[in-house]
């Protein structure tokens, strides 16, 4: 839980910023900037440290003990918001997750899937490490035969900076029988309309 102190000090260090910068956080325009600052980082853009995603699990026991042995279906979900903050420069990176994963017993919550990208990508991050994160939960919690995961997301870190260049990145993590089925996840890849570079041999 985030304490009254803990926004205090996170005011006192952007208004220390301000002045270090060379502004005066006391004028008109920055009056109220720490305080907004503070609770941007505190109460959204981090909100990910307060919370645990298994909190936010909600699973449906399926009628049959193996649901990929009853019907040799994938469950895919595209689209999921991602909205992160680099590590590397704190500057934000965001874009779309797409998950494909293959029940067993349980189906995971429709809504429960943005709940889990949200709450590992609301923390400081790499893109590489958010895209396994997701995968490792998923296999764990849910107890899945398989889980595949693309991320692809635009760096303001290599807009804003550096190279300057408004560069997609894409990330792939595979888990259980996707890591092992290359026609298995060349369909998930095709039907989440991930390129061809991504479906390998």
Same mark, same amino acid.
């Given at each position: 839980?985030?304490?009254?102190?803990?926004?205090?000090?996170?005011?006192?260090?952007?208004?220390?910023?301000?002045?270090?910068?060379?502004?005066?956080?006391?004028?008109?325009?920055?009056?109220?900037?720490?305080?907004?600052?503070?609770?941007?980082?505190?109460?959204?853009?981090?909100?990910?440290?307060?919370? +645990?995603?298994?909190?936010?699990?909600?699973?449906?026991?399926?009628?049959?003990?193996?649901?990929?042995?009853?019907?040799? +279906?994938?469950? *895919?979900?595209?689209?999921?918001?991602?909205?992160?903050?680099?590590?590397?420069?704190?500057?934000?990176?965001?874009?779309?997750?797409?998950?494909?994963?293959?029940?067993?017993?349980?189906?995971?919550?429709?809504?429960?899937?943005?709940?889990?990208?949200?709450?590992?990508?609301?923390?400081?991050?790499?893109?590489?490490?958010?895209?396994?994160? *997701?995968?490792?939960?998923?296999?764990?919690?849910?107890?899945?035969?398989?889980?595949?995961?693309?991320?692809?997301?635009?760096?303001?870190?290599?807009?804003?900076?550096?190279?300057?260049?408004?560069?997609?990145?894409?990330?792939?993590?595979?888990?259980?029988?996707?890591?092992?089925?290359?026609?298995?996840?060349?369909?998930?890849?095709?039907?989440?309309?991930?390129?061809? +570079?991504? *479906?390998?041999?």
């Amino acid at each position: 839980m985030v304490s009254t102190k803990d926004y205090e000090k996170v005011e006192w260090l952007v208004k220390e910023f301000l002045r270090v910068i060379g502004e005066d956080p006391e004028r008109e325009g920055l009056r109220e900037t720490p305080r907004r600052v503070s609770r941007m980082l505190l109460d959204e853009l981090l909100i990910g440290y307060r919370y +645990d995603p298994k909190e936010f699990l909600k699973l449906f026991e399926h009628e049959e003990e193996d649901y990929y042995e009853a019907y040799g +279906d994938l469950v *895919i979900v595209k689209d999921v918001a991602v909205r992160s903050l680099c590590e590397h420069h704190l500057l934000p990176f965001f874009g779309y997750a797409h998950i494909a994963y293959i029940p067993t017993k349980y189906i995971l919550g429709l809504s429960k899937f943005s709940r889990i990208v949200n709450i590992f990508s609301r923390k400081l991050q790499v893109q590489e490490r958010l895209t396994n994160q *997701i995968a490792d939960f998923i296999m764990e919690y849910v107890k899945a035969k398989g889980c595949l995961v693309v991320i692809e997301a635009i760096h303001t870190c290599a807009l804003l900076r550096g190279v300057k260049e408004n560069l997609k990145l894409i990330t792939l993590s595979t888990r259980g029988v996707f890591s092992k089925d290359q026609r298995l996840r060349s369909e998930a890849l095709s039907l989440m309309g991930i390129g061809k +570079d991504l *479906i390998r041999e």
